[in-house]
């Protein structure tokens, strides 16, 4: 495996993470010799494909591990997925009552812990939003993300090399 498909995959899954989705990925890609304009597109590209896994994971894998009416499922996994939705709730149900698909492309774009396409896309979910309204919202939002974290890494790169001397 060469150097740059190793870097690509990586980034891949930086992008795809909930932890991390853009704010690792663009910087870890630019970091290691992707140039921006081809990390930008592929990094959104792939944290955009989160919108519809979390979806998909929502309609059905999800009713199976939380159970029907507290019963069945796993215990662990509903309070962990009840505190995480509450969560996503406080932070986006302002935002969508004020402002409906824009307010969730808008917190989206919001590159800071816990806002991205995954959270974006599970507060959509709880808030009884349409599916293809979510996920053009969520679209919307990792492409003005990726721009946002592409531009702070750019200048952000071009500050340090002022600081470091090349050999």
């Known amino acids: 495996m060469t150097d740059t498909a190793r870097i ?6 930086l992008a795809f993470l909930p932890v991390s989705e853009l704010r690792g990925a663009i910087p870890f890609a630019c970091a290691n010799g992707l140039p921006w304009y081809a990390a930008l597109p592929f990094a959104a590209a792939v944290n955009a494909l989160a919108a519809p896994a979390c979806w998909l994971f929502l309609s059905t894998l999800h009713k199976m591990l939380y159970g029907k009416g507290g019963r069945g499922g796993l ?3 509903r309070g962990l997925f009840d505190r995480f939705v509450s969560r ?3 932070k986006l ?5 004020r402002w409906g698909w824009f307010g969730l492309a808008l917190f989206v774009a919001v590159p800071l812990p816990v806002t991205g396409a995954w959270t974006g896309t599970l507060g959509a979910w709880v808030l009884g939003m349409r599916r293809g ?4 919202a969520v679209l919307l939002g990792v492409l003005l993300a990726g ?3 592409t531009a702070v890494t750019v200048l952000g790169l071009e500050a340090l090399r002022i600081f470091v001397k090349r050999a």
Do not use: H
């Open 147 to 149: 721009i946002i974290v």
């Open 75 to 77: 215990r662990c996994y």
């Open 8 to 13: 690509l995959l990586r980034t891949a899954a």
């Open 88 to 90: 996503a709730r406080r």
């Open 133 to 136: 309204r979510a996920l053009l």
């Open 93 to 97: 149900e302002s935002r969508i009552d």
